[in-house]
């Protein structure tokens, strides 16, 4: 009788099921682990060169000062980030094949994503003008080009190429801005508390000094900067939701026809 019942189940009386294959560019993505592996294998080095230069390891005398800045943490946070991602695709091509998206969360990703995106418009917006305003000729160095615009630009490349559309909500960017809030907030107390990030300096970015700009000005800096990352997070729930549209407009699959019987 068990035997009887699962031939019936895995046969029905309207005839075997057609599977259909996955397609190489289906949700707005690029279905293909082995690509995907590459890039971001390319990616994780790309991101952890930037870091060590940042922490001057290659130089014999490593700055752990830089792991109290918030572009150091939302690097780290994209290195952890994109290692994962390295483990879950090569998991998958074992489990699965080559053909196939691997990604934890979608949602995650575009939170790792915003999170690094607050630290190349900081530093493009605020730090730049202010650096060049000081005479400072060495803005786009090696390094900080890494940190502050490579990095983002490979995390939103793997979003675009290989993260399945559709799963971004309106209400993701206001929680997207959670992590950098958590490190405002983190910032402002080891300031209060008299920590330094570097030599009698109790803020990290000029935006955050209440000394020169009162509690006015940084409130007035926090507000703008933090409408201005909410505007560019709803930028990408458009663009998700608008591509997974696209996707499923442009990439039905297409249903097998029934012979019909013969009367």
């Not at 109290?68 to 094949?97: A, E, F, K, P």
């Not at 900067?225 to 442009?250: E, K, N, P």
Request: hydrophobic content about 50%.
């Amino acid at each position: 009788m068990p035997e009887i019942a699962a031939s019936s189940s895995a046969a029905p009386a309207s005839g075997p099921v057609e599977r259909q294959p996955v397609r190489l560019l289906a949700d707005a993505a690029l279905n293909s682990r082995p690509a995907a592996l590459v890039f971001r294998i390319v990616a994780f080095a790309v991101i952890l060169l930037g870091v060590l230069r940042n922490a001057e390891v290659f130089s014999g005398r490593p700055d752990g000062s830089t792991l109290l800045y918030y572009t150091m943490v939302s690097d780290l946070i994209c290195l952890g980030w994109m290692l994962l991602l390295v483990v879950r695709t090569v998991r998958d091509m074992r489990q699965h094949g080559a053909v196939g998206t691997s990604t934890p969360s979608a949602r995650w990703s575009g939170a790792v994503m915003m999170a690094i995106t607050v630290t190349m418009l900081i530093y493009l917006v605020v730090l730049v003008p202010t650096r060049v305003a000081a005479g400072d000729d060495d803005i786009f160095s090696l390094t900080d080009t890494l940190i502050h615009v490579v990095t983002p630009t490979l995390l939103i490349l793997d979003w675009l190429l290989f993260v399945p559309k559709g799963s971004f909500r309106w209400v993701d960017p206001v929680l997207w801005t959670l992590i950098p809030y958590a490190y405002l907030t983190w910032a402002f107390v080891y300031g209060a508390l008299g920590g330094e990030f570097s030599a009698g300096q109790t803020y990290p970015y000029p935006f955050m000094d209440v000394d020169a700009l009162g509690l006015g000005g940084v409130g007035t800096w926090i507000v703008a900067l933090t409408v201005a990352l909410i505007a560019v997070g709803f930028v990408y729930v458009v663009v998700d939701r608008g591509l997974a549209v696209l996707a499923r407009r442009t990439q039905r699959p297409q249903r097998a026809q029934r012979p019909q019987p013969v009367s």
